[in-house]
Antibody, heavy 119, light 107 residues
């Protein structure tokens, strides 16, 4: 069974750093893209970026380029989303999601990680 | 970025009704269009891929059509469990942008 299991909810202060994770299982982790999708409170879905763990090829939405870092450790089938300096506007639910090798539909989603940034 | 415009943004319908949501792309995306369902407090779920293909296990009352810039998502007979927000997403060009969503409620 394909599963994407994300790390737990985080509460951080502005300016702090954070790295959240997404562990894949039940499939070949290096053969599918893993992407990240943001959902701010009460709002819609925003595609942030994507990584191919097989060769670490990473693509970002221009809206998120330079704001976050996406990485992966294929040895432990885990992808990451990282911030160096959080802002209150980063408060959101973040989903990891699997896309096929041809960058098609998102067929599996993680359960989401809620990040709250507040002083 | 390709802009995806969904309409309506919200919709109220009765059980058994036929429901239609449209999605318009700002440029030609061929059939590179997906539809997702998101229930409150849950992750989205893929319903339709490549504009018209039903994902395995999804009830046949859901369907999609269209190509180029104009797409349609239809629920042939609305069920109470279909209450959710529905999103289209293009994957012709990066970033793979979503529509703003259509919130579906029971009348």
């Amino acid at each position: 069974e394909v599963q994407l299991v994300q790390s737990g909810a985080e509460v951080k202060k502005p300016g702090e750093s954070l790295k959240i994770s997404c562990k894949g299982s039940g499939y070949s982790f290096t053969s599918y893209w893993i992407g990240w999708v943001r959902q701010m409170p009460g709002k819609g879905l925003e595609w942030m970026g994507i990584i191919y763990p097989g060769d670490s090829d990473t693509r970002y939405s221009p809206s998120f380029q330079g704001q976050v870092t996406i990485s992966a450790d294929k040895s432990i089938s885990t992808a990451y989303l990282q911030w160096s300096s959080l802002k209150a506007s980063d408060t959101a639910m973040y989903y990891c999601a699997r896309q096929g090798s041809a960058l098609g539909a998102i067929d599996y989603w993680g359960q989401g990680t809620l990040v709250t940034v507040s002083s | 970025d390709i802009q995806m415009t969904q309409s309506p943004s919200s919709l109220s319908a009765s059980v058994g009704d036929r429901v239609t949501i449209t999605c318009q792309a700002s440029q030609d995306i061929s059939n590179y269009l997906n539809w997702y369902q998101q229930k409150p407090g849950k992750a989205p779920k893929l319903l339709i891929y490549d504009a018209s293909n039903l994902e395995t296990g999804v009830p046949s009352r859901f369907s999609g059509s269209g190509s180029g810039t104009d797409f349609t998502f239809t629920i042939s007979s609305l069920q109470p469990e279909d209450i959710a927000t529905y999103y289209c997403q293009q994957y012709d060009n990066l970033p793979h942008t979503f529509g703003q969503g259509t919130k579906l409620e029971i009348k």
